[in-house]
T-cell receptor, first 117, second 115 residues
Framework: EPEVTQTPSHQVTQMGQEVILRCVPI?????FYWYRQILGQKVEFLVS????????KSEIFDDQFSVERPDGSNFTLKIRSTKLEDSAMYFC???????????????FGEGSRLTVL | GNSVTQMEGPVTLSEEAFLTINCTYT??????LFWYVQYPGEGLQLLLK?????DKGSNKGFEATYRKETTSFHLEKGSVQVSDSAVYFC??????????????FGRGTSLIVHP
């Protein structure tokens, strides 16, 4: 069964360091998401990506964040200068087409836990 | 804006007990409603859904009914098993006319089932 994979599963970094979280969406999917969940809080939308550009983004997704699809398979989230409050679980998801979101059939990775010290 | 509120966990039950996990929502449009489940070490996966008022979504013995009058979508199961231990997320999405393809999630409710 096709699946979304994320690496690393857990990363510990020092405040101010750059972090790149990687996702490999399902191969024929075209629409991608990043969400995050700070411990004990809601799963929050960060950004969606379609046709090699950002489709939608939340207020959380400020200039410290960027996304890229560098090679047609990976989908990365970069945090330029991490802060303590960036500590969270980051989830990647993909769907075949944007309209498929209405079916709820998002395919999620198992998440990357980021700990900023 | 849209939001989803779930009961706090963890919910701890004995095997064969009845489960209810409460979920209420606010939405600007007429949303579709979903429950996702995340088993340990795995990603979130869709468990069930309902797209209009009074619809009942069901899967794997779990059920949830779309209640527009109370803006709720509570998850229920008559007899839980140890294998149901997981984190359950309530979510919604507004229809395309709302212009968004972004599901809104709750915080998740951890369920622990003891033998």
């Amino acid at each position: 069964e096709p699946e979304v994979t994320q690496t690393p599963s857990h990363q510990v970094t020092q405040m101010g360091q750059e972090v790149i979280l990687r996702c490999v969406p399902i191969s024929n999917h075209l629409y991608f998401y990043w969400y995050r969940q700070i411990l004990g809080q809601k799963v929050e939308f960060l950004v969606s990506f379609y046709n090699n550009e950002i489709s939608e983004k939340s207020e959380i997704f400020d200039d410290q964040f960027s996304v890229e699809r560098p090679d047609g398979s990976n989908f990365t989230l970069k945090i330029r200068s991490t802060k303590l409050e960036d500590s969270a679980m980051y989830f990647c998801a993909s769907i075949l087409n944007p309209g498929d979101a209405n079916t709820g059939e998002l395919f999620f990775g198992e998440g990357s836990r980021l700990t900023v010290l | 804006g849209n939001s989803v509120t779930q009961m706090e966990g963890p919910v701890t039950l004995s095997e064969e007990a009845f489960l209810t996990i409460n979920c209420t929502y606010t939405a600007t449009g007429y949303p579709s409603l979903f429950w996702y489940v995340q088993y340990p070490g795995e990603g979130l996966q869709l468990l069930l859904k309902a797209t209009k008022a009074d619809d009942k979504g069901s899967n794997k013995g779990f059920e949830a009914t779309y209640r527009k009058e109370t803006t709720s979508f509570h998850l229920e199961k008559g007899s839980v098993q140890v294998s149901d231990s997981a984190v359950y997320f309530c979510a919604l999405i507004d229809p395309p006319s709302g212009g968004s393809y972004i599901p809104t999630f709750g915080r998740g409710t951890s369920l622990i089932v003891h033998p």
